[in-house]
């Protein structure tokens, strides 16, 4: 059938879609419930849905635009202007969950006072602040006695006449300046503080101590220049602990309820004090344990003495270390770590860049001790081998795991592209029904399933 021309198709008119009217339709014949609902009902609704879907609702009909004005809390506020802030209302709204903080460099830091007064005067729970550097925080924030969270990021905390934050239960402090006798005195208001994060704090550079008997979660990362740190907190139960090369002393007191430990200690010039023994023997209760930098070569020099570990770790799951495979103390280390985790169940190992190509000792000198060690046998599910080098003792490692775990379901090895002959070889011994190729940080990397 011919099309009709151009011309014809100018002169045709489209033809509109008219609305249904009201009355018609399937959906008119629905009762509408909500519309004809009264409006301290429509309000209880909407004060128990998020901010943003509750002021949507005020665009649904005419009736419903005065709403916003009505109702008796906000889920969150953010303040990053105008020139002139202007203060919540006295009235409305009663309860402000959250209120974030950031303001353009043209507001001056005296200005917010006004926000942040008219905020605690709200039942005020949650507080971000964002301001430049070195410009000093308002010491309203820590008189507020509702607040739960706060946030601090890239400012100075002054000289603090009194704390009233006992409610406060976490406290995260990134890039933010502040001396030790305020830290101290909010520790020491903060009696239910749970969580604590403390990310390249300025302030501290003589040293840095930690002091609190309720806090659970501890994240710290030094400054370039901060030289000593103390963590004094018996009830953690979370830690995630970085150190910087200027770093010359660690002093953590033990924690028995510790479930999960990040402990990533940087290589330095200078002799580093850092005793992990005690924590170590202290946690017996860990589910997960990473080892970074050089914690493992402390760790191996404080148990050389010993050819057991003292204690069993009857709950840890994931173990990750990082090794220098040129190390004797550091391989022995690794083998009784796993004869104290009879229930380990993830296990990645990276090899540490080292100037020795190969090691000046052989794999047969600990393969009875390695094969001592329980979880090989009866829980070892994953294995993950970052930095693979085709030294004889990395490869003999690599063979004899993938033929001594019974219950082995994947195994992925990262390698440059020199090594991958070398990795091929070695996973040959094992051959999976699933192969996956990809890239791990710009590396080659292989991974075997097996079902």
């Known amino acids: ?20 009217k009201a009355g018609k339709g399937a959906a008119a014949d629905l009762p509408d419930f909500f519309s004809n609902l009264p409006d301290d009902v429509v309000l209880a609704i909407a004060n128990r849905l998020p901010t943003r879907l509750a002021v949507t609702l005020s665009v649904l009909a005419r009736r419903f635009r005065h709403l916003p004005t009505l109702y008796t809390r906000l889920d969150s506020l953010r303040f990053s202007g105008p020139a002139s802030p202007v203060p919540l209302p006295a009235g409305q709204p009663k309860l402000l969950r959250r209120l974030d903080i950031a303001p353009p460099k043209r507001i001056k830091p005296s200005a917010l006072r006004h926000v942040i007064n008219a905020a605690a005067n709200h039942g005020l729970s949650e507080l971000a602040v964002r301001l430049h550097r070195r410009v000093c925080l308002p010491k309203k924030v820590f008189a507020i006695r509702s607040l739960a969270v706060l946030s601090l990021n890239t400012c100075s905390v002054p000289p603090l006449p009194a704390v009233a934050c006992a409610r406060l239960r976490t406290l995260k402090l990134h890039r933010v300046y502040i001396k030790q006798v305020v830290l101290t005195a909010i520790l020491s208001a903060a009696t239910g503080l749970h969580t604590l994060e403390m990310v390249h704090c300025t302030g501290l ?42 770093t010359q002393k660690v002093h953590l007191e033990p924690s028995p309820d510790v479930s999960k430990a990040y402990l990533h200690v940087a290589k330095s010039q200078e002799k580093v004090l850092f005793r992990m023994r005690p924590f170590l023997d202290a946690a017996t209760g860990l589910a997960s344990l990473t080892l970074r930098g050089i914690a493992v070569k402390l760790l191996a020099g404080e148990y050389k003495d010993i050819a057991k ?50 090691a000046s000792f052989s794999f047969a000198d600990h393969k009875k001790m390695l094969a001592k060690a329980s979880c090989l046998t009866n829980s070892l599910l994953k294995i993950k081998f970052l930095g693979f080098k085709s030294g004889e003792y990395e490869k003999d490692l690599l063979v004899f795991l993938l033929n001594g775990t019974n219950k082995l379901k994947k195994i992925g090895v990262q390698f440059p592209e020199s090594e991958e002959t070398s990795v091929k070889w070695a996973l040959s011994v094992r051959p999976a029904p699933i192969e996956r190729r990809s890239t791990l940080f710009n590396k080659g990397y292989l991974q075997l399933e097996y079902t």
Do not use: Y
């Open 205 to 246: 550079d003589a040293g840095c101590t930690v002091e609190s008997l309720t806090v659970r979660s501890f994240l710290f990362m030094p400054n370039v220049k901060q030289r000593q740190v103390t963590l004094r907190a018996p009830g953690l139960r979370t830690i995630t602990l970085h150190t910087r090369p200027k």
């Open 1 to 20: 059938m011919a099309r009709p021309p151009a011309a014809a198709n100018l002169n045709c008119k489209r033809k509109r879609r008219r609305r249904p």
């Open 309 to 358: 570990l003292p204690i069993t770790f009857e709950g840890l799951r994931i173990l990750s270390v990082s090794l220098d495979f040129s190390r004797e103390s550091e391989a022995v280390f690794l083998v009784k770590l796993l004869q104290s985790c009879p229930s380990l169940q993830q296990l990645t190992v990276s090899a540490a860049e080292n100037k020795k190509t190969e």
